[in-house]
DNA sequence: TTGGATGCAAACGCTTTGCATAATT
DNA sequence: AATTATGCAAAGCGTTTGCATCCAA
């Protein structure tokens, strides 16, 4: 065995408390990759006493679970999703600094590469104006 | 006029220290871009005493001046290169952690972003193990 | 009752800034 | 001599962790 016990971190089951509901519903009905500030703001709205190192802790272990997937971007701090179908990238607005997710990827990174180096995955980042902001 | 004297930030011209010498020097002598920690451990060989906080205003100003560029990647912190010709994308190494430029580009974005929203640019990333890190 | 979960505050890693000193022009 | 540049330490920002308390099971 190995005799010492877990620390501290959340290990076991979960289980179910207001603030988890919150910060899932929270990614549930936003509709588009959240920042734990975002997600903050919006599970407050039913859990208002919410701490943010609360939605930290819960963020990593969905994404641990699968329950919620990690979007890292250039320069900004990760946004968070649930898990959708397909191979997809994002869309950061420069404007109000949503991310938003992009359903298709142009393909064709095979020939990139330099040569001796093996290529494993890519991330394709769009930069603009969302709907929202659009002119 | 503005009667407020710069607070401390080097606005002047740029004068001609050994250490600014050695940082630029840095990229030069790099071959790819690199990171503030990569910097200073190179320009550390020719000034010891080197401070970290030197490298960045350095590399601050070396981009104000157009003299660097920026490269963000996802989760990782920035890194800065030589300005070069064309539009090009970056490679991850996720062995040495080594970014390594790529001089092509995919193309294709333009259908990608959802409707009504403007597309104003793209950030294409590649990950993988660079020809050093390779079997 | 009991171990996981929360909230608050302190700690962290990376980057920036304040300040006294050192160095360039 | 006048100022900018440096080095060190402290402050900031986003994220993680320690700890006493709280609460779901």
Redesign the interface.
């Known amino acids: 065995m190995t005799g010492r016990r877990s620390p501290s971190p959340d290990a076991g089951p979960a289980r179910r408390t207001p603030q988890r509901r919150a910060i899932r519903r929270a990614f549930e009905t936003a509709g588009r990759p959240l920042a734990p500030e975002e997600c903050l703001a919006r599970a407050r709205r039913e859990v208002p006493r919410l701490g943010l190192a609360t939605v930290y802790r819960n963020i990593r272990r969905l994404v641990a679970e699968g329950s919620l997937r990690t979007v890292?971007?250039?320069?900004a701090p990760?946004r968070y999703e649930l898990p959708r179908a397909g191979h997809h990238?994002h869309?950061h607005c420069?404007a109000c600094d949503g991310v938003?997710e992009?359903d298709?990827?142009?393909?064709?990174?095979g020939?990139?590469?330099?040569?001796?180096?093996?290529?494993?995955?890519?991330?394709?980042?769009?930069?603009?104006?969302?709907?929202g902001c659009?002119p």
Do not use: K
Request: proline share 8%; charged share 15%.
């Open positions: 890292e971007l250039p320069g990760a990238h869309f420069r938003f992009v298709d990827c142009p393909g064709g990174f020939a990139l590469a330099p040569g001796g180096f093996r290529l494993e995955g890519h991330e394709v980042i769009l930069y603009g104006l969302c709907a659009a």
